[in-house]
């Protein structure tokens, strides 16, 4: 096989996923944010980013706590060590492709 | 691969979506002006001299946690909340320079050098910074970067005798202070304000166009 195809086939899929890469390149520049800052930067409506976010957290990329700020609830979002390597990772071999 | 790297820049723009980090400098620099005036124009003996320093860093603690309670009121209910992440370098590099900035300025103080052409240009430093920080996310700040950049060098050209006008009396002796001491000033003030009007106007656009969502959003 074309080792840049190989490289391709070898992009972690739950990342390579437009919505999902978004949200974790906003994730991998910050300590930690919430769900209404993914949904301003991105522009995805509730039950997309929700169902992104659960994706990556089930795959142990995102770290989600329910807290409060004052009355209102507020969900925190922070790229787990796993997720920042395994988006270092994506980020070399996507280089590698271009 | 390039839209990856402008996400990967987008929070540390989102710092100063709502132009409270340009209302603070610009409220620092006016503080800091206004501290300066009276120091310059207070007895050398007199009280002020020796509260000066407290009142400086009470100025600061205002800015830092007035800024800091009018983003948990504004920017986090309307655009959300981020948490930057803390680098042990960043503290340690701008202590490193605050030190060096004040031991310079103790020396040339007491050898009494003419440095107020060099103080006015530092407005350079000052303005290519702002470029880099804040108008490369909001293109009509570069007029902002331009407009301090262009006063840094009109200071740079003022005669000696305006300059030295308005320092202090007991300044007028050593004409190299006097400069100095009136350029600093004239700079604060020029940075102060022109900080203060593009935070202004950004803060203005931020509450004009963003709204706090319904408190089921999250």
């Keep these: ?98 | 691969m390039d839209q990856v790297e402008s996400l990967l820049s987008r929070p540390k723009f989102y710092y100063n979506i709502d132009g409270l980090v340009e209302l603070g400098g610009g409220f620092m620099c006016l503080g800091s002006a206004l501290l300066w005036w009276l120091l310059m124009r207070s007895p050398a003996d007199s009280a002020w001299h020796q509260i000066s320093l407290f009142a400086f860093v009470g100025l600061m603690l205002l800015i830092r946690y007035g800024t800091k309670a009018i983003k948990t009121r504004i920017t986090y209910p309307r655009t959300g909340f981020v948490e930057y992440q803390r680098r042990w370098h960043s503290p340690v590099i701008a202590a490193a320079l605050g030190a060096l900035v004040t031991a310079s300025l103790y020396v040339v103080f007491r050898r009494q050098w003419d440095i107020s052409m060099l103080a006015s240009l530092t407005g350079l430093v000052f303005a290519a910074a702002y470029g880099y920080g804040i108008a490369r996310a909001v293109r009509w700040k570069w007029v902002i970067a331009g407009a301090i950049a262009v006063a840094s060098f009109v200071i740079a050209s003022l005669p000696s005798d305006v300059l030295g006008a308005l320092a202090s009396d007991s300044s007028v002796g050593h004409p190299g202070r006097a400069k100095l001491d009136g350029s600093i000033f004239l700079c604060l003030i020029a940075y102060g304000t022109m900080l203060l009007i593009s935070g202004g106007i950004s803060f203005w656009f931020y509450l004009r166009h963003t709204q706090a969502p319904a408190q089921d959003a999250q």
Excluded at chain 1, 31 to 55: C, I, P, V, W
């Design chain 1, 1 to 98: 096989m074309n080792p840049q195809i190989q490289t391709i086939a070898e992009l972690d899929r739950v990342i390579h996923e437009p919505g999902r890469l978004m949200v974790v390149a906003l994730l991998f520049a910050v300590e930690r944010a919430d769900f209404l800052y993914l949904q301003h930067e991105t522009h995805m409506n509730k039950g997309t980013l929700s169902s992104h976010l659960s994706r990556l957290a089930e795959e142990g990329y995102v770290k989600v706590s329910k807290t409060y700020r004052g009355n209102v609830p507020q969900t925190l979002l922070c790229l787990t060590a796993a997720g920042r390597k395994a988006f270092e990772q994506y980020r070399r071999k996507l280089k590698e492709v271009l």
